[in-house]
């Protein structure tokens, strides 16, 4: 179900969960996002509570799972666990800034929760604002078995929507790269101009509409 490099590295645990249950009981979230570098497309953040009788098997970081890993999870995570998501589209990540989007889809992913946690646990280094307690882990997606569940989840969703979009916009290649700068998307926008999925707030995009030049920086 993995690839190679999924064995090799420590696989997350559910040892900060554990001890938050036990020692103040009270459900735990793990929160993740996907999709911050594209070029197009929405960041996706998911939080997820994991029910400890019933965590599935093979949970890791989405990012050293293949595809039909990611997926068979995706389908069993949703089964089994309580799952909140917050999208935050273009028109948000360019009024606000990716980073802040991001931010914004991490607090909608909480917030969908059916009940409020008592610890968030969040990859990164930076949280959102919450009405609850939270903790953020560095590389937690690969430390934190909620932040790994969330991982899987935030980044299905976000591909299955790229996919949407591949299909109403045929010839960037959206369902292979999924908005990321590879060189098939910088040829496609190349040919086919930028669209409206597209994040103006990107200097990539910004150099392909000649809004700035090579040797301009972003504001």
């Known amino acids: ?57 093979g949970i890791n970081d989405s990012k050293v799972l293949d595809e039909e890993a990611r997926e068979f999870l995706y389908v069993r995570i949703r089964a ?63 430390r934190c078995l909620s932040i790994a569940a969330a991982s899987i989840i935030a980044k299905v969703t976000r591909d299955r929507l790229m996919v949407q979009l591949a299909a109403s916009h045929p010839g960037y290649g959206f369902e292979r790269h999924k908005g990321y700068g590879t060189a098939e998307h910088h040829g496609a926008i190349k040919r086919l101009g930028v669209t409206v999925h597209h994040r103006r707030s990107f200097r990539a995009v910004q150099l392909a509409l000649g809004l700035i030049t090579e040797d301009e920086e972003v504001v």
């Open 1 to 57: 179900m993995g690839n190679a490099a999924a064995e090799l590295r420590p696989r997350p645990t559910f040892e900060l969960e554990a001890a938050e249950l036990q020692l103040h009981g009270g459900p735990v979230a793990g929160v993740d996002e996907a999709g911050r570098g594209p070029l197009a497309g929405p960041v996706v953040a998911a939080a997820v509570i994991l029910d400890p009788e019933r965590i599935p098997d």
């Open 80 to 142: 089994t666990a309580i799952i909140g998501v917050g999208i935050a589209d273009v028109k948000r990540i360019d009024e606000l800034n990716i980073l802040h989007a991001t931010m914004w889809a991490m607090a909608q992913a909480v917030a969908q929760l059916p009940q409020t946690p008592k610890l968030v646990a969040i990859d990164g280094n930076r949280a959102p604002q919450l009405d609850c307690p939270s903790r953020t882990l560095v590389k937690g997606d690969a």
